[in-house]
């Protein structure tokens, strides 16, 4: 089969993309935790509107990584060796989230719950930043030798512009997640939940421009291939102007459809700037990783080809279905699972 | 303490904690599965109440078994970046089917049993628990697809300095692959059907629910026989490859220095001195080793001593013997533990068709200090693996020294140790004390939760009208 690398960094792409799509919502209900929920009981109407579909959700996650493990092996190796400390702080938060949406519940005691109200909080808000970090500094460029191996320094992973990219994400994660509360809530917790969605839209718009001004100063994204990246970004401004449009009409679907479509493109942006190259080195572009020298063999590019595309149309159908038949909203009226 | 050290310190905390909930989750949802065929087949309260009860139990240890499985998959490319390397192209083609697979199957599925029994038909409900155990079976198989590549490499050949696929086929039909498989399924059976058993017979000594307990615990004996029986013979059939395709892991097992002689002795006991590579004293069952490992009466076993120097002429220099007395004492607990629960089985179903069951104290509190014994089986039968493979990571091509990530620090090891553990302390902590809450609660908790679902037993997901249960 020709083009086999191309398809899997399409496919990784794809991945992140469904990824902070789908997670993205569920990122901005665990922060609106804190910022929305008044007492113990919106909180637990708040976790109960993605009960059933987180787990799924970071499943997307779990997937890219061993998508790139697969196909990509130098790709897995530089990244998660080189990000060593940042992903040690990720796997924790999304650990301690996991197991509060289960443990919550199940002590009726006011000190448990807000224990584990906050645990949701904070794991909610840090793997959006983190994995803005992560993918803004990539683009940036990370000191990577000619061994593949990462050495980097903490100004390497902080610094102004990824900063400043985690921000982003996390502004994006947020909205997307205030306007998923709006379709699955109702009465004064929906209404809430428009009004902060309308605030943090009028913070995502300046992060947005800052972020692409830092991205032209900083990378090659707007250089490298403008000829797409640019239409995209246009494409983005216009995806939340279009979503501020339909929040002050109050059309919460078309809304959610926009913050979505503005959080797919950016990403989508990102990978295209990247595209060849899979990690850039900051020491000599020869060193960089890209998707012939840090990928798998043809056999078995071509063997997990026919896997991947063979089972995921089974898996958007079912996760479609699951979202179908949890359509209704969470009044918290009635009994709730978590 | 060097980074090696903490790297393979961290590699062994994590698959220890995240192995005590993969099996009981595997085992428990297959019985969960069941308890609601019976519900939904005989159409008894007191079987769904089982699903919703033993359910709950599972969901807990399920979503901790979930969270260290992420941190399982990562570990690879942070700690162990050479390995990720060499390998990758072979060893990360099953980790990602295994996601695409089982934990999206898993995951998805889950979450439509946990908030569906009020929103799905019965019979979907129940096709989406089994499917949840279908999930948890595919995902041990590939996962172990990739440990048997690490026990037994095949399908692949080395190109540009690493092992590369060149045969998909060889990988699902390795050998060791189908010896471990089926043993490991037994044996997380065994987990589940112990734990059910081990929390049943602790109700009925305190006279809470006895007849509800009863029955759960009459229903898992079955399954405990079954699984312990199963897991003594795909055990063998284990050895008898193992014989054949790592003869330096069975000499270690059996702390067997110089080759056996025709037939060989099993050792019970042994007092194993590794700097003189010799045992000063021993108990043996004759004739016994022959039988483990070929399954007839004759036959010597090489020893390690034998095989060292077959695998200098063929490695080059250095020393093959993975860690004596680790291996040989692991085997034994293994072995001990899973016979004990064979034996605890058949007393229990004896019992049960006696009707002495609830009447027999010391049986029942024999039953709950068994709760512990699969798990230490478990734990032991995978440092056995493990350990015995030393110093290989991927037998007779890479080493486990070989495998570190050069770019990861002490610093950083350091931190991610001292965090992880932590974190596993603190889960394990939580745990324990939820599990302690739930079964104190008991069963009878279910029941205000049932009587509600009476009312509203037609449940067409399709049927608006259907739609005002639990959210």
Known sequence: ?????????????????????????????????????????????????????????????????????????HWYATMFSGYYIPFAVLLLALIGRGVAFEFRGKVEKASWIKAWDWVIFFGSLLPPFLLGVLFTSILRGMPIDQDMNMYAG????????????????????????????????????????????????????????????????????????????????????????????????????????????????????????????????????????????A?????????????????LPFVLGYQIWSYYVFRKRVSGKEPMTY | MSELFLARFQFASTTLFHFIFVPMSIGLVFIVALMQTLYVVKKKEIYKKMAKFWGHLFLLNFAVGVVTGIL?????????????????????????????????????????????????????????????????????????????????????VIKNGRAEMNDFGAL???????????????????????????????????????????????????????AGLGVAFSGHDQAKHLMKAQPMKMAASEALWKDSGDPAAWTLFANIDTDKKENSAEINIPFALSYLAYSKFSGDVPGMLTLQKEYEAKFGPGDYIPP?????WSFRIMVGAGMLMIFASMIGLYLSFRKKLETNKWFLRF???????????????????????????????????????????????????ISFTTMYLILAILLAYLFIREIKKGAHSEEDKDQKDETDLSTDPFDGGAYHGIS
């Open chain 2, 367 to 417: 039953m709950v200090g068994m709760i512990a014994f699969p798990f230490i089986a478990n734990s032991a039968g995978w440092i056995m693996t493990e350990i015995g493979r030393q110093p290989w990571t991927v037998f007779g091509m890479m080493t486990t020294a070989q495998s570190i990530s050069p770019n990861v620090s002490y610093g950083m090891l350091l931190f991610s140790v």
């Open chain 2, 324 to 328: 004596v007395k680790t291996t040989f």
């Open chain 1, 295 to 311: 990928a798998s063999g043809s056999y078995s590019l071509t063997v997990m080809t026919i896997v991947a595309i063979s089972l």
């Open chain 1, 1 to 73: 089969m020709a083009y086999l690398n191309e398809i899997w960094f399409i496919l990784v792409a794809v991945l992140f993309v469904g990824f902070f799509f789908l997670e993205g919502f569920d990122f901005g209900v665990g922060m609106s935790m804190q910022l929305l929920g008044k007492d113990a009981h919106e909180r637990r109407i708040l976790i109960n509107t993605i009960g059933p579909f987180w787990d799924a959700n970071e499943v997307w996650l779990i997937t890219a990584g061993g998508a790139i493990f697969a196909a990509f092996p």
């Open chain 2, 172 to 226: 699902i039909t390795n050998p060791q692959l189908w010896v471990e498989f089926p043993h490991v399924l037994f044996g997380a059976l065994a987990t589940g059907a112990f734990f059910i058993a081990g929390v049943s017979a602790y109700k009925m000594i305190k006279k809470q629910e006895v007849a509800f307990f009863k029955k759960s615990f009459q229903i898992t004996m079955i399954l405990a026989l079954i």
């Open chain 2, 72 to 156: 399982q998959e990562f570990q690879f490319g942070m700690n162990w970046s050479d390995y990720s390397r060499f390998v990758g192209d072979v060893f990360g083609a099953p980790l990602a089917i295994e996601a695409l697979l089982a934990f999206f199957l898993e995951s998805t599925f889950i979450g439509l049993w946990i908030f569906g029994w009020d929103r799905l038909p019965k019979k979907i409900h129940l096709l989406c628990i089994w499917i949840v155990s279908i999930g948890t079976i595919f995902s041990a198989f590939w996962i172990l697809v990739a440990n048997s590549f690490m026990q037994e490499p095949v399908g692949f």
């Open chain 1, 154 to 293: 903490f100004t390497d992973f902080v610094n102004l512009y990824s900063v400043i990219g985690g921000l982003a994400v996390t502004v994006l994660c947020l909205l997307h997640g205030l306007i998923f509360v709006t379709l699955r809530t109702e009465g004064d917790l929906r209404d809430r939940a428009r009004k902060l969605g309308k605030r943090v839209l009028l913070i995502v718009l300046p992060v947005l421009v800052l972020f692409v001004g830092v991205s032209i100063m900083e990378t090659d994204i707007y250089t490298v291939r403008p000829i797409i990246t640019i239409p995209l970004t246009v494409l983005i401004v216009v995806c939340y102007v279009a979503a501020l449009f339909f929040m002050k009409k109050e059309r919460d679907g078309w809304t959610f459809l926009f913050t979505g479509a503005g959080i797919m493109v950016t990403v989508t942006m990102l990978f295209t700037a990247l595209f060849p190259r899979v990690m850039i080195s900051s020491i000599n572009h020869t060193f960089d990783l890209t998707i012939q020298n």
